[in-house]
């Protein structure tokens, strides 16, 4: 099988040089890869250009427009049947490719995603970003370790998609932020069978920072309303649960006015966290980071998902995003 690699990017000519490099080590290299230039100001030309006698690469500009629409327009230069989207700050494994024909050949879907890690060379705060998008402690992130799921929502920073269900569903849609979570729900919708392939792995670094990683789950909260009301059965009581994270946590918080006690229950959650990701880690300094991000990712997604109640559903305002001229940091 071969496949059309596309990779939208903005600003980040240092992850596409890594990415590219990964993909040049390959142990399946029926591929072509399209970069996308996403009206940056810092270009990745240079890069690309490095890298054209050891890839069969495809590199053009277009005005910003966000990920979603840049995808778009990398598919209609993909010569391949078969789609693979990878976000511009990921890394992928030397067997990625091989893992991802297999599965492909024995049992064929037509979309697939793969989940995500952290290699050893990340940051600290980039380790802990991986963990608060990944744990049980936050509801985030691929939990299953089966080889298929029975409508299982790939998203976008690792995704394959047949030209075939790709075209059928018109591509990505025009939401700016959960454009990915949209393609997938249209691609159930539509009838088309999905699958998790636990091998299929990327590196993923994340934001390198907790104010961009605000921003970040802060729209990805907004737009879980925006979903709702295009996709109405998509909203799942989980989606409720950072919200009501926010909730408890500053009743309990005020309560301590009155019982100090109450405090117990914030710390009890804080040492969860700290646990558990200092024993994924193996580091107390990854744990401690571990407690921040989770924190962070809770309240940005739970503020993010109230105010987009607030506005959407209460006031019946339009689709909106915060953090919009930020929207790739």
């Known amino acids: 099988m071969q496949f059309s690699v596309i990779i939208p990017v903005f600003n980040r000519p240092d992850e596409v040089d890594e990415l590219l490099e990964s993909l040049t080590k390959q142990t399946y290299r029926q591929f072509e890869v399209i970069v996308v230039e996403d009206g940056s100001t810092r270009k990745c030309d240079d890069v690309v250009n490095k890298y054209r006698e050891k890839l069969s690469v495809v590199y053009f500009e277009k005005p910003n427009s966000g990920p979603g629409q840049s995808r778009n327009a990398g598919a209609e230069k993909a010569k391949y049947e078969y789609l693979v989207f990878f976000d511009s700050d990921c890394i992928i494994p030397k067997n990625y490719f091989h893992e991802v024909n297999q599965f492909l050949s024995n049992h064929y879907v037509d979309a697939y995603g793969g989940p995500d890690g952290a290699l050893p060379t990340f940051t600290t705060v980039q380790k802990a970003i991986n963990y608060s998008m990944t744990s049980f402690f936050t509801t985030g992130g691929i939990r299953g370790g089966k080889k298929s799921m029975d409508k299982f929502h790939p998203r976008s ?40 392939i636990p091998e299929a792995f990327v590196y993923h670094k994340r934001r390198t920072d907790f104010k961009k990683f605000y921003r ?19 909203l799942k009581p989980v989606h409720l649960l950072p919200s009501l994270f926010v909730v408890v946590m500053c009743f309990f918080v005020l309560c301590a006015f009155i019982c100090p006690y109450s405090l117990l229950i ?31 990712q809770l309240f940005g997604y739970g503020l993010g998902f ?21 929207f790739y940091e």
Not at 266 to 293: E, H, M, T, W
């Open 216 to 234: 970040q789950v802060y729209n990805s909260g907004i737009a879980r309303i925006n979903l709702y009301l295009a996709h109405p059965s998509s």
């Open 266 to 296: 914030p710390l009890l959650y804080c040492i969860a966290v700290f646990a558990d990701s200092s024993s994924q880690n193996r580091s107390i300094k990854v744990g401690l980071y571990s407690i921040a991000a989770a924190w962070t």
């Open 157 to 196: 920073f690792n995704l394959g998609v047949s030209r075939k269900a790709f075209d059928a569903i018109g591509g990505y849609g025009s939401m700016r932020f959960g454009e990915d979570i949209d393609f997938s729900l249209r691609l159930l919708e539509h009838g088309f069978s999905t699958a998790l």
């Open 306 to 326: 109230l105010s987009a109640v607030w506005n959407r559903l209460i006031l019946k305002k339009g689709e909106f995003g915060a953090f919009e001229k930020k």
